[in-house]
């Protein structure tokens, strides 16, 4: 088990950039699958972004080309970066960790982070 926690959430308006940081309490942080899920009320937690050991991204549809996820693993941090932000990115959003470089959906991460809340204002 890892232990995360995220930071950097805040209130925003539309058309904004906001950052979000996690950090990750594990000696080989390198090796883990890293990604961000979000929650919006009264939404089922979906997919927005992983990062595997190489560097390698992907994205959900909804975000691709506006949000960028990245990893230094000298700090044992994953960063979503958040540009053009849009009243519908709202959500808290959750770090997430795996040892599989195939995990992609929810159920295939092990740790979870508290969440951090983003809201975009319009």
């Known amino acids: 088990q890892v232990r995360l926690v995220e930071s950097g959430g805040g209130l925003v308006q539309a058309g904004d950039s906001l950052t979000v940081s996690c950090y990750a309490s594990?000696?080989?942080?390198?090796?883990?699958?890293m990604a961000w899920f979000r929650r919006a009320p009264g939404s089922e937690r979906e997919f927005v972004a992983r990062?595997?050991?190489?560097?390698?991204?992907l994205y959900a549809d909804a975000v691709k080309g506006r949000f960028t996820i990245s990893r230094d693993n000298t700090k044992n941090t994953v960063f979503l970066q958040m540009d053009n932000l849009k009243p519908g990115d709202t959500a808290v959003y959750f770090c997430?960790?795996?040892?599989?470089?195939?995990?992609?959906?929810?159920?295939?991460?092990?740790?979870w982070g508290q969440g951090t809340q983003v809201t975009v204002s319009s």
């Open positions: 594990v000696a080989t942080f390198s090796t883990y699958t």
């Open positions: 990062i595997i050991w190489s560097g390698a991204t």
């Open positions: 997430a960790a795996s040892q599989s470089v195939f995990a992609m959906r929810s159920e295939t991460f092990t740790s």
